[in-house]
């Protein structure tokens, strides 16, 4: 799953687009806008350990379930989709 965190950063930095990914286990989200950013309910980043408490950056994935990846231009929305390889293979 780190791989997949990797692609996403490297697709954000090359194509300057943004990643947030939603989970169904976990009220925090992730940012990926060239670097990997925990964010809280509201989309404000915020301290790792706070908004994922116990759950390191490269595990989570694995620990909280993603729901929905959104991948933004700038503020525009450019699609939502159902899982991290989904999103991947659209930018591709």
């Not at 780190?2 to 950063?9: C, G, N, T």
């Not at 954000?12 to 989200?29: E, I, N």
């Not at 991948?71 to 991947?88: D, P």
């Amino acid at each position: 799953m780190l791989k997949l965190l990797e692609q996403l950063v490297e697709i954000s930095r090359s194509q300057g687009v943004r990643f947030v990914l939603h989970f169904a286990k976990c009220r925090g989200k992730v940012g990926i806008d060239r670097e990997i950013k925990a964010l809280d309910v509201d989309g404000k980043p915020g301290p790792w350990p706070r908004i994922f408490p116990g759950v390191a950056p490269q595990n989570v994935v694995q620990q909280c379930v993603v729901k929905k990846v959104e991948v933004y231009k700038g503020s525009q929305l450019l699609g939502e989709y159902r899982s991290i390889e989904e999103a991947l293979s659209s930018l591709r």
